[in-house]
């Protein structure tokens, strides 16, 4: 479906409960950003934005806000395939964990990782975090003390080949270490290799 502008896109949000939404940032009526931020207040169905702009600071502001994803204009169609195809695909792994009675956890001093329900905790307050904020943390928890590439986090995470700018990965991860507060040192930066999860 296709909505003609930021308010009309809530609106159909609201009605109709879809596998995932492609969110460009200039709309009439109200911008892609303010339309996720209403959006999130009530769903939590998975966003790609697109832009003609690559600012970092309008992809950290994307991110902060819940989107799944920021394509910058021009893009090809299998690109934007391939990135749906890779959100739909996680949408329905965390689904298979959520009902699966066995949760897996990683514990250590005052932070928590419910891997299974999608929480994370630090000093007993949940934080809240994008989904992708927290596939990039479960994957380096599953990969605890393991030196891993970057084109490897970005294919396990985004789930395919990524061959878009390199600073998306950087970005996420400057998110991350915000909402883990005084575990943010746990990750630790390869400079020319990747990242390394030391908790």
Excluded at 22 to 43: H, N, Q, T, W, Y
Excluded at 52 to 62: H, I, M, N, P, T
Aim: charge should be negative; proline fraction near 4%.
């Amino acid at each position: 479906m296709e909505a003609g502008d930021g308010m009309e896109a809530v609106q159909l949000c609201r009605q109709y409960p879809f596998d995932l939404i492609i969110m460009d940032i200039m709309m009439p009526e109200l911008d892609g950003f303010s339309a996720v931020r209403e959006i999130r207040k009530f769903s939590d169905i998975p966003i790609i934005m697109l832009s003609a702009r690559g600012e970092e600071y309008d992809k950290v502001l994307g991110f902060e806000l819940g989107i799944d994803d920021y394509v910058v204009k021009p893009f090809s169609s299998k690109e934007i395939m391939l990135r749906i195809g890779a959100i739909l695909r996680r949408v329905e792994k965390s689904k298979g964990a959520k009902s699966d009675d066995d949760h897996v956890i990683f514990e250590k001093d005052g932070f928590k990782a419910d891997m299974t329900a999608y929480k994370v905790f630090i000093d007993g307050v949940e934080v809240d975090m994008a989904p992708k904020e927290y596939d990039l943390l479960f994957f380096l928890i599953r990969n605890k003390n393991i030196a891993v590439p970057r084109e490897k986090i970005m294919a396990e995470v985004w789930g395919f080949d990524y061959c878009g700018d390199d600073r998306t990965l950087d970005t996420h991860m400057k998110l991350l270490r915000k909402s883990l507060g005084p575990y943010a040192n746990w990750i630790k930066t390869l400079r020319g290799l990747g990242y390394r999860f030391d908790g």
